[in-house]
């Protein structure tokens, strides 16, 4: 049944006093907290486990999986999530767009000065790690070894500033990070294309993060019209778009132990592709683009809006899953017109279910119990992005019936010059 507009104004209304609640909460933090990643903070299990993967990686999921926070107990400390601060950068950019209020000014200004003081150091450009050590079936990463999805994520949003005032510096970080994509990663070269790794410091090739940089490549090229970043960036999307299955799913990565398909990691190839679409002006590859969002949209969602994990299973409900759905969703809405209404319901499933009275979102829905734990950047900052995303949408979604269908801004677009 199609959506009215009286259940649509009732669902931005409770995404705007979602919104507030989950920022008092943010702000009240210090936008810092815990992760779910982050076990080997603790002093005890750094002596123990440093560098030795599969005891760090026990360590992890133990932490992980426990309904109940045992952090403090071990010595972890609450502390700012580099990747975090970036999509808080990103939200309060947006939010300064929707409401024109100068404290978004000062906090902006904070988040940019965070992030420049917290690049890692040592690379052909800017870049930025996790802040805990990571060990993963794969390899183990120490803290704050950069990732091609930390950089990514981060220099988008200091590309959303340059667009918001022109500022010189963020775009410059930005083509910074260009380099470190296209000079310090390692590159999986194939007649169908190039696949950047995750990491300097490894040969594991992840869809979603290599389609990622393709996407900031062609970004950049959007400004700076430097062909070498266009052709790196179309070989590094035809890569991926070759490895679309024949239902129109991605697995994880090349590897055979990545074969799995997931909510989230499915949002961020499409979210990715779309981008690189957008910013390329290149659209040969949308009928791939539709075949998958068509895929995520049959598989990842029950009828009431709650978003699946994976695609014949339902828990754990994560929120991961739920905050890019909305972002996703909301992206792709001209590809799918089902997708958009689709993304209210799944904003509005998550307001009802995940958010907790103080504010904040819970990580995890199981069949049999509930992780309440706010992490602050698996889902804090992505449910701030993605309120804050929907509204500004529905903003843009009144503008347009306001002027009869209009459409809004396309890739060569710049806000009006405001004060940084």
Not at 321 to 329: N, Y
Request: hydrophobic share 35%; charged share 25%; proline share 4%.
């Amino acid at each position: 049944m199609k959506m009215q507009a009286r259940e649509r104004r009732e669902i931005i209304a409770k995404a705007e006093a979602a919104s507030e609640k989950l920022d008092a909460w943010i702000e009240g933090e210090r936008f810092s907290g815990y992760e779910p990643h982050d076990a080997m903070n603790s002093p005890i299990l750094h002596r123990l486990g440093s560098g030795n993967r599969l005891l760090g990686i026990a360590f992890l999921q133990a932490f992980r999986r426990s309904p109940v926070n045992l952090r403090s107990l071990v010595g972890i400390r609450k502390a700012c999530n580099p990747k975090g601060m970036g999509l808080f950068l990103a939200s309060y950019i947006r939010k300064y767009q929707l409401h024109r209020e100068e404290s978004y000014l000062k906090t902006i200004r904070f988040l940019i000065g965070w992030l420049k003081a917290n690049a890692t150091e040592g690379y052909s450009g800017q870049c930025w790690g996790y802040n805990f050590d990571w060990p993963n079936r794969a390899f183990y990463v120490k803290e704050g070894t950069p990732t091609i999805v930390n950089t990514v994520y981060i220099a988008s949003a200091f590309l959303d500033n340059y667009d918001r005032c022109h500022d010189l510096e963020c775009l410059a970080i930005a083509r910074s990070c260009c380099n470190f994509i296209l000079c310090d990663l390692n590159i999986l070269e194939e007649d169908t294309g190039i696949c950047f790794s995750y990491t300097p410091l490894d040969e594991r090739y992840v869809y979603n993060a290599s389609l990622l940089g393709s996407a900031l490549l062609a970004r950049v090229y959007s400004y700076t019209r430097e062909p070498e970043l266009l052709e790196a960036a179309e070989k590094a999307a035809r890569f991926i778009v070759c490895r679309q299955s024949s239902d129109g799913s991605w697995a994880y990565g090349e590897d055979r132990l990545d074969g799995w398909v997931d909510s989230f990691h499915t949002g961020f190839v499409l979210s990715s592709l779309g981008n690189f679409m957008r910013y390329s002006g290149m659209d040969e590859f949308m009928p791939c683009l539709e075949k998958g969002c068509r895929y995520y949209r049959e598989n990842f969602f029950l009828p009431d809006g709650a978003p699946k994990y994976y695609p014949h299973r339902i828990y754990p409900i994560d929120v991961h899953s739920l905050s890019q759905a909305v972002l996703t969703l909301i992206q792709l809405r001209e590809v799918d017109p089902a997708a958009h209404e689709l993304a209210y319901r799944v904003a509005l499933w998550g307001i009802n279910n995940m958010q907790d009275e103080e504010g904040f979102f819970h990580y995890q829905i199981h069949r049999f119990h509930r992780i309440r734990i706010p992490y602050i950047r698996w889902g804090q900052a992505w449910m701030q992005k993605a309120l804050t995303e929907l509204l500004l949408d529905s903003r843009q979604e009144k503008r347009i019936q306001d002027s009869q269908g209009r459409i809004g801004h396309d890739a060569t677009h710049r806000y009006s010059r405001v004060p940084c």
